[in-house]
């Protein structure tokens, strides 16, 4: 997800270049202001923590874009493109270490397992908004 700093910033076409040039593929996109209750479901894992009610208020504050990005590792691989949580550590040539200066305006989201991915992807999208396609270069991007 491009969060509502990134979308403000006019960061979305280097978000999604990275994501492109990497070679994943971004098989769902939507741009949006999400509802507060969405919010909450987003980010349930942090209920009680002392920044939960300033993390929805945020992600509430504006459109954010959400993606489904596929591809082999790309879980991973695209926590290591977003990088650290807190910008100050997260390093140069990540998303965060080159767009961001606090943790609370990191720019981005990434799902950190399988499970948390479904389950994002199931509160931000419906099955039929999931593409299915081949991208062209696929025979020079695996082995
Ligand atoms: P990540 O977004 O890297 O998965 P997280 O799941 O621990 O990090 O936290 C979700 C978001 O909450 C994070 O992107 C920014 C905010 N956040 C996390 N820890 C915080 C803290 N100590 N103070 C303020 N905001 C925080
Ligand atoms: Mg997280």
């Known amino acids: 997800m491009i969060k509502p700093d990134g979308v403000q910033r006019g960061l979305i076409g280097k978000v999604l270049q990275r994501i492109e040039q990497k070679g994943f593929k971004i098989v769902a996109m939507?741009?949006?202001?999400?509802?507060?209750?969405?919010?909450?479901a987003h980010y349930a894992e942090h209920?009680?923590?002392?920044?939960?009610?300033?993390?929805?208020?945020?992600?509430?504050?504006?459109p954010s874009v959400s993606l489904v990005v596929e591809g082999r590792g790309a879980i991973a691989a695209m926590r290591k493109m977003n990088g650290?949580?807190?910008?100050?550590?997260?390093?140069?040539?990540?998303?965060?270490?080159?767009?961001?200066?606090?943790?609370?305006?990191?720019?981005?989201?990434g799902s950190d397992s399988p499970a948390s991915a479904?389950?994002?992807?199931?509160?931000?999208?419906?099955?039929?908004?999931?593409?299915?396609?081949?991208?062209?270069?696929?025979?020079?991007?695996?082995?």
């Open 30 to 40: 939507k741009l949006a202001v999400m509802p507060e209750e969405k919010a909450k």
């Open 84 to 109: 650290a949580t807190n910008p100050a550590e997260a390093v140069p040539g990540t998303l965060r270490g080159d767009f961001g200066i606090e943790t609370g305006r990191n720019v981005v989201h």
């Open 47 to 62: 209920v009680g923590k002392k920044f939960y009610q300033d993390l929805v208020d945020f992600i509430t504050s504006g």
């Open 118 to 143: 479904a389950r994002e992807i199931a509160l931000h999208f419906c099955a039929s908004e999931l593409v299915n396609f081949k991208r062209i270069d696929e025979a020079w991007l695996y082995e």
